[in-house]
């Protein structure tokens, strides 16, 4: 009486391990066009792993790894416990980022609904056009239009000067209190019109007849905003909050390394500019890569939390 179950539990797996194949079979054109993405993630994203190995030896340029000795976890304890930027980096990292999240999901959200209820299509390609074009411009090209804008010379001081506000120019890119507001502000300002697409598109998937419904009971359009799209977008918002996590510990590093001067490296300096200097700049390459390390697993971790915190609150996660 017992080998019989046994025996159709033998036949389920051979089933199960046929009905997969034969899914491989089916999808096999579909695997096929995937082949090349992964063999590049595997190849520029997993492969150069290896390299954390470093942060674990006492690297030397010019002598080979396996010559390098064995530290353990020395480079993370120098980080973590003696390093005196460990404090100020995590500081202007996490407060920037936190800030600029908090100011432009809203303005993100604002100016996807605006665009949506407009009418008229001309102004609203125009809107879209101006909205979207400060995106491809790069860090670079925008430092150079900021820094023309806030020189002593710029357009910022003429206008504050003649307001009578102030009577000298004031050296905005070479205060350390103006750091932030920069930061924050040119990060906005130059992704808040792309991100906006994806909540055009969430917008898009909303059911039209729940607008109708609203009209129909007498909502007037902020009462359609307020109850239609705003709960629409509500997965949206829980994705994006769950990827910008991922974020916080980490800066823009084009951004930053633009505006980032000696007057102003109190508050300007972050983790990605701090790798930055002492792997390439000063050549101590095991430090700089378990400081990279930590900043990854402190991504990873932040990823979790969020995404756990709002699969509680509102039972929507992405993982």
């Known amino acids: ?6 025996n159709s539990n033998i036949q389920a797996v051979k089933n199960k391990k046929k009905s997969l194949l034969q899914k491989i079979i089916t999808q096999k054109h579909l695997l096929i066009m995937l082949a090349p993405c992964l063999i590049w993630v595997i190849l ?10 470093l942060a674990f ?23 973590l416990f003696q390093s005196l930027d460990f404090g100020r980096v995590i500081r202007n990292t996490i407060c920037v980022n936190i800030l600029t ?9 604002s100016l996807a609904i605006v665009i949506y209820e407009l009418r008229f ?7 879209q056009t101006i909205s979207y074009l400060p995106y491809f411009i790069s860090w670079v090209i925008v430092g150079g239009i900021f820094f023309q804008f806030l020189s002593m010379e710029g357009v910022v001081n003429n206008v504050l000067i003649s307001l009578g506000i102030t009577k000298e120019p004031i050296m905005f890119l ?5 750091a932030w507001p920069i930061l924050i502000f040119t990060r906005i300002w130059k992704n808040l019109g792309w991100s906006t697409i994806i909540y055009l598109g969430a917008m898009g998937s909303i059911d039209p007849n729940l607008y ?3 009209y129909v009971d007498g909502a007037t359009r902020m009462k359609r905003i307020w109850h239609v799209t705003l709960p629409g977008l509500a997965p949206t918002v829980s994705v994006l909050l769950i990827l910008a996590a991922g974020g916080l510990i980490s800066g823009s590093f084009e951004q930053v390394y633009v505006f980032q001067n000696p007057a102003n490296m109190e508050f300007a300096d972050t983790i990605d500019t701090m790798v930055y200097r002492m792997g390439l700049q000063q050549a101590n390459f095991s430090y700089a890569t378990a400081v990279g390390i930590f900043n990854t697993f402190c991504s990873l971790v932040l990823i979790v939390f969020v995404n756990t915190i709002i699969k509680r609150i509102n039972g929507r996660s992405l993982f």
Request: charged share 15%.
């Open 57 to 79: 030896v006492r690297y030397r340029p010019g002598f080979p790894i396996s010559s390098a000795p064995w530290v353990g976890l020395d480079n993370f304890k120098r980080f």
């Open 101 to 109: 999240l908090i100011i432009s999901m809203p303005l993100e959200i």
């Open 174 to 178: 070479g205060m350390p209190s103006m």
């Open 1 to 6: 009486m017992s080998i019989l179950p046994i």
């Open 121 to 127: 299509k001309v102004y609203k390609r125009i809107i």
């Open 44 to 53: 520029f994203c997993y492969t150069p792993l290896w390299g954390w190995y």
């Open 212 to 214: 109708e419904a609203a």
